[in-house]
């Protein structure tokens, strides 16, 4: 699909910024921090931070194409940000509630940047199913909630100002709590993960809290449309990365000699290059195909956006593995970026449910229908 001349100028804002920031690296490394920290400063500012926040909130009010828009040139560039954490999938939590004071509070802060929230959901299996909470609500006798469990997967746990809890409660529905960091009870832990470009943290809570935020009986559509959208999300992400994997691919073989010929000469190669490409192209036409179905949720969208995620999984770790092939031994090496897209590819395919794990949702929905 064609973007629009707001959405293409979006594109090349974001592009050009990410251009002229460091390449991603280590996020050990002494400054790793401050420079995250800056280049989501420097994105909010364009209004990446409330993209998928209403005006009256400070967000900019786009659409799910926009949100895809921003997060394609994220992924081509590796740029560690809490775009999908925080101003995704956090924010399209709190705005799928009815709690006004906790949107009034957290909303206008996310999006100008101010502040990181985190979802703290799943358990150590990653299901992302959104009846099911790793924690547990359990009230007590002087009023308000005791919290306990371990939330894993929570993407920047380490920097979240406010954290957003999904709970079990007593009758079996799922409730979602204000929890502050650094509050007793609250245990964050930063774990290192394949991909040192995402930050994933482990929550461990035996915490006191006050009364779940207003969302109605049941927080579970609440996350069912958040993990639509992250995925939506991700899945742009993923063609980001692989579409820039395949640029870096093409590029070497035009320089790496053998038998006295660049390789890209050779037929084989060629075949291969141009599969790679039809593949990146398939999966940038259904991940906005999708993105532009959730700007009129219907009741597809959960399968639509389970196919988007699956398929784009798929393509990106098809592409990054044929970029470490392509560049042989030195593919795996600190100084050539291929490893880092081989790394995305994993990590990235795991998140907010494996390939496997959707396509069984759409198998499951098309044979009960």
């Given at each position: 699909?064609?973007?629009?001349?707001?959405?293409?100028?979006?594109?090349?804002?974001?592009?050009?910024?990410?251009?002229?920031?460091?390449?991603?690296?280590?996020?050990?490394?002494?400054?790793?921090?401050?420079?995250?920290?800056?280049?989501?400063?420097?994105?909010s500012?364009?209004?990446?931070?409330g993209?998928?926040?209403?005006?009256?909130f400070?967000?900019?009010?786009?659409?799910?194409?926009?949100?895809?828009?921003?997060?394609?040139?994220?992924?081509?560039?590796?740029?560690?940000?809490?775009?999908?954490?925080?101003?995704?999938?956090?924010?399209?939590?709190?705005?799928?509630?009815?709690?006004?004071?906790?949107?009034?509070?957290?909303?206008?802060?996310?999006?100008?940047?101010?502040?990181?929230?985190?979802?703290?959901?799943?358990?150590?299996?990653?299901?992302?199913?959104?009846?099911?909470?790793?924690?547990?609500?359990?009230?007590?006798?002087?009023?308000?909630?005791?919290?306990?469990g371990?939330?894993?997967?929570v993407?920047?746990?380490?920097?979240?100002?406010?954290?957003?809890?999904?709970?079990?409660?007593?009758?079996?529905?799922?409730?979602?709590?204000?929890?502050?960091?650094?509050?007793?009870?609250?245990?964050?832990e930063?774990?290192p993960?394949?991909?040192?470009?995402?930050?994933?943290?482990?929550?461990?809570?035996?915490?006191?809290?006050?009364?779940?935020?207003?969302?109605?009986?049941?927080?579970?559509?609440?996350?069912?449309?958040?993990?639509?959208l992250?995925?939506?999300?991700?899945?742009?992400?993923?063609?980001?990365?692989?579409?820039?994997?395949?640029?870096?691919?093409?590029?070497?073989?035009?320089?790496r000699?053998?038998?006295?010929?660049?390789?890209?000469?050779?037929?084989?190669?060629?075949?291969?290059?141009?599969?790679?490409?039809?593949?990146?192209?398939?999966?940038?036409?259904?991940?906005?195909?999708?993105?532009s179905?959730?700007?009129?949720?219907?009741?597809d969208?959960?399968?639509?956006?389970?196919?988007?995620?699956?398929?784009?999984s798929?393509?990106?770790s098809?592409?990054?593995?044929?970029?470490?092939?392509?560049?042989?031994?030195?593919?795996?090496?600190?100084?050539?970026?291929?490893?880092?897209?081989?790394?995305?590819?994993?990590?990235?395919?795991?998140?907010?449910?494996?390939?496997?794990?959707?396509?069984?949702?759409?198998?499951?929905?098309?044979?009960?229908?």
């Amino acid at each position: 699909m064609e973007l629009t001349s707001e959405q293409a100028a979006l594109r090349d804002s974001v592009a050009d910024l990410l251009r002229r920031q460091p390449p991603a690296g280590d996020p050990e490394v002494d400054g790793a921090g401050e420079r995250e920290a800056g280049l989501w400063r420097s994105l909010s500012e364009i209004g990446v931070g409330g993209l998928a926040i209403g005006e009256q909130f400070g967000g900019a009010g786009a659409g799910p194409v926009e949100i895809s828009v921003v997060a394609e040139q994220l992924g081509r560039a590796l740029a560690p940000s809490p775009l999908l954490g925080s101003a995704v999938l956090a924010a399209r939590v709190i705005l799928a509630t009815e709690d006004q004071n906790a949107r009034n509070a957290f909303l206008p802060k996310i999006s100008d940047g101010s502040l990181i929230a985190s979802l703290a959901w799943t358990d150590s299996e990653g299901d992302w199913d959104p009846t099911r909470a790793a924690c547990y609500a359990t009230a007590r006798g002087g009023g308000g909630w005791t919290l306990t469990g371990t939330a894993h997967y929570v993407l920047d746990a380490d920097l979240a100002g406010v954290l957003i809890v999904a709970a079990a409660m007593p009758d079996e529905s799922i409730g979602l709590f204000e929890v502050t960091p650094g509050q007793p009870g609250v245990a964050i832990e930063a774990t290192p993960a394949l991909d040192q470009t995402r930050r994933l943290g482990v929550v461990r809570l035996a915490a006191a809290a006050d009364d779940p935020l207003t969302c109605g009986d049941d927080a579970s559509a609440a996350l069912a449309g958040a993990r639509d959208l992250a995925c939506i999300a991700l899945s742009a992400e993923q063609v980001g990365a692989a579409a820039r994997a395949l640029d870096l691919t093409t590029g070497y073989t035009k320089t790496r000699i053998q038998f006295g010929r660049a390789i890209a000469s050779f037929q084989a190669i060629q075949f291969r290059l141009a599969e790679l490409y039809a593949l990146v192209e398939s999966a940038r036409e259904l991940s906005y195909r999708v993105a532009s179905a959730a700007a009129e949720p219907g009741p597809d969208l959960p399968l639509l956006a389970a196919a988007a995620k699956a398929y784009c999984s798929e393509v990106l770790s098809k592409v990054a593995a044929e970029t470490i092939q392509l560049h042989g031994a030195i593919g795996i090496t600190w100084e050539y970026d291929a490893h880092r897209y081989f790394k995305r590819a994993h990590g990235a395919g795991q998140l907010f449910g494996s390939p496997s794990a959707h396509l069984a949702r759409i198998a499951e929905a098309m044979l009960d229908s």
